[in-house]
C-alpha cells in the first residue's frame, strides 16, 4: 500500500520569497516520486520526479525536490517565487505496476 | 515527445445520454493508461487502469458497467460514461505510460469537462 501527505492545502508566499511545499510519502517497496503542477481547467504537467541516484532533483521552472529516505518525503522547494507558480501542486507516488497516489493537492498563491 | 490528447475537452449532455470520451497517445505507443477523475478543489482520483487488449481494472467502488472501458489500440482508449446523472459531472484525466519506459512516468491528457444537464 502506499499513502502521500501534502502538509498545507494552501501555501501563499511572497513574489520572490522561498516557496516551500511539503510532501510525505508511504510505500512498501522503493517508490518513484513525482511532483505535477495543474492549472485551472487543465491537465497535469510533470516538475520532476526521482526514480534513483541523486537525492535532489532539479526540475523544471527552478524548482528542485530531495528525496529524504529516513524523513519519507519529498519536498518541493523553488528559491525565488514568480506570478506564473500560482497554481496546483500534487505530489504522487508510483510503484513499480505504474499504479500512481496523488496527494490532495497544495494551492499555492504569490503575492506581489 | 510523449503527448496525450484528449476528445472532447468540454462535454455538456442532458440526464440518460452516454458520453464517450477519447485517450490518445500521439507520438508514442502506450503501454497502460490510466483513468482519473478530478471533483473541483480535488485531488485526482484513479477509476481505473486500462492496457491494450485487456480488459479494463477498476478501483474498488467504480461502476464498470456505468463507466466502460476499452483500449482497442496502443494509442487510444476511450471512457464511455453511459446514463450520464448530474452526478457524474466532473473533470476527467487520463494518463498514459510509454511502452519500453523504465521509470512509470505518467504522460497526462488536457483532460475532459463533463457536464451533465
Known amino acids: 500500500a502506499q499513502s502521500v501527505t501534502q502538509l498545507g492545502s494552501h501555501v501563499s508566499v511572497s513574489e520572490g520569497a522561498l516557496v516551500l511545499l511539503r510532501c510525505n510519502y508511504s510505500?512498501?517497496?522503493?517508490?518513484?516520486l513525482f511532483w505535477y503542477v495543474q492549472y485551472p481547467n487543465q491537465g497535469l504537467q510533470l516538475l520532476l520526479k526521482?526514480?534513483?541516484?541523486?537525492?535532489l532533483v532539479k526540475g523544471i521552472n527552478g524548482f528542485e525536490a530531495e528525496f529524504k529516505k529516513s524523513e519519507t518525503s519529498f519536498h518541493l522547494t523553488k528559491p525565488s517565487a514568480h506570478m506564473s507558480d500560482a497554481a496546483e501542486y500534487f505530489c504522487a507516488v508510483t510503484t513499480n505496476a505504474g499504479k500512481s497516489t496523488f496527494g490532495d493537492g497544495t494551492t499555492l498563491t504569490v503575492k506581489p | 515527445g510523449a503527448v496525450v490528447s484528449q476528445h472532447p475537452s468540454r462535454v455538456i449532455c442532458k440526464s440518460g445520454t452516454s458520453v464517450k470520451i477519447e485517450c490518445r497517445s500521439l507520438?508514442?505507443?502506450?503501454?497502460?493508461m490510466f483513468w482519473y477523475r478530478q471533483f473541483p478543489k480535488q485531488s485526482l482520483m484513479l477509476m481505473a487502469t486500462?492496457?491494450?487488449?485487456?480488459?479494463?481494472?477498476?478501483e474498488q467502488g467504480v461502476e464498470k458497467d456505468k463507466f466502460l472501458i476499452n483500449h482497442a489500440s496502443l494509442t487510444l482508449s476511450t471512457l464511455t460514461v453511459t446514463s450520464a446523472h448530474p452526478e457524474d459531472s466532473s473533470f476527467y484525466i487520463c494518463?498514459?505510460?510509454?511502452?519500453?519506459?523504465?521509470?512509470?512516468?505518467?504522460?497526462f491528457g488536457p483532460g475532459t469537462r463533463l457536464t451533465v444537464l
Open positions: 486500462s492496457n491494450e487488449g485487456s480488459k479494463a481494472t477498476y
Open positions: 507520438d508514442f505507443q502506450a503501454t497502460t
Open positions: 510505500s512498501s517497496v522503493p517508490p518513484y
Open positions: 526521482y526514480t534513483t541516484g541523486a537525492t
Open positions: 494518463s498514459a505510460t510509454r511502452a519500453g519506459g523504465q521509470d512509470n512516468e505518467q504522460f
